[in-house]
Nanobody, 124 residues
């Protein structure tokens, strides 16, 4: 059974940094893209970033470009999201997800497995 477990969320002041981790187990995740989404209260889940199975191709939503960095450790089946210069509008539950594809999907329906989410709160 595939399991994704996020960690690293918390409370931080605006301008601060957090590093999220997502550990995947229960399957061999070669050839899978791994992504991060977030959902703020009262809003729909939105795409944040995705990384290819090779780890050398990434794609970000415009609002986080230059501030967030996605990376992965294939040997450990782990994906990371380094978040710098955090803003109050980044406050949300952050989810990692895995897509069985060589592409870099940005739509949640293209992902096959999801974690339980980790809360990120940025105070002003």
């Amino acid at each position: 059974q595939v399991q994704l477990v996020e960690s690293g969320g918390g409370l931080v002041q605006a301008g601060g940094s957090l590093r999220l981790s997502c550990s995947a187990s229960g399957h061999t995740f070669d050839n899978y893209a791994m992504g991060w989404f977030r959902q703020a209260p009262g809003k729909e889940r939105e795409f944040v970033a995705v990384i290819s199975w090779t780890g050398d191709v990434v794609y970000y939503t415009n609002s986080v470009k230059g501030r967030f960095t996605i990376s992965r450790d294939k040997a450990k089946n782990t994906v990371f999201l380094q978040m710098n210069s955090l803003k109050p509008e980044d406050t949300a539950v952050y989810y990692c997800a895995v897509a069985r594809t060589y592409r870099l999907p940005a739509m949640s329906e293209d992902y096959d497995y999801w974690g339980q989410g980790t809360q990120v709160t940025v105070s002003s």
